[in-house]
Nanobody, 122 residues
Framework: QVQLVESGGGLVQAGGSLRLSCAAS????????MGWYRQRQAPGEQRELV?????????NYLESAKGRFTISRDNAKNTVDLQMNSLKPEDTAVYYC??????????????WGQGTQVTVSS
């Protein structure tokens, strides 16, 4: 089992910055990808990938996050952070930390944090 604890959400004005942090604990072997998803609170909104990073540092970003958000990972500390700059009201959502674990050929698991609210006022 892996536990993920997020911190750093809050209220910020448009154009401002926030940094989200996620600390992983538990059985951390074979954690491959870590990342951040978000889910807006409007009806029908799906959870979407914001940014992800592999153990080797390969990153992937939501198109609208490119150039504004930066994901980083510390494998020694088992943390993943998301620096969000130039925030827009449409970035308002609950942000979830995610970790993907590959234990064996047929054993893969996904873990989620409890979520942290990010609210960007216009």
């Amino acid at each position: 089992q892996v536990q993920l604890v997020e911190s750093g959400g809050g209220l910020v004005q448009a154009g401002g910055s926030l940094r989200l942090s996620c600390a992983a604990s538990g059985s951390l072997f074979s954690i491959t990808v870590m990342g951040w998803y978000r889910q807006r609170q409007a009806p029908g909104e799906q959870r979407e990938l914001v940014a992800a990073i592999t153990r080797s540092g390969v990153t992937n970003y939501l198109e609208s996050a490119k150039g504004r958000f930066t994901i980083s990972r510390d494998n020694a500390k088992n943390t993943v952070d998301l620096q969000m700059n130039s925030l827009k009201p449409e970035d308002t959502a609950v942000y979830y930390c995610h970790a993907h674990q590959v234990v064996g050929p047929q054993y893969e698991y996904d873990y989620w944090g409890q979520g942290t609210q990010v609210t960007v006022s216009s």
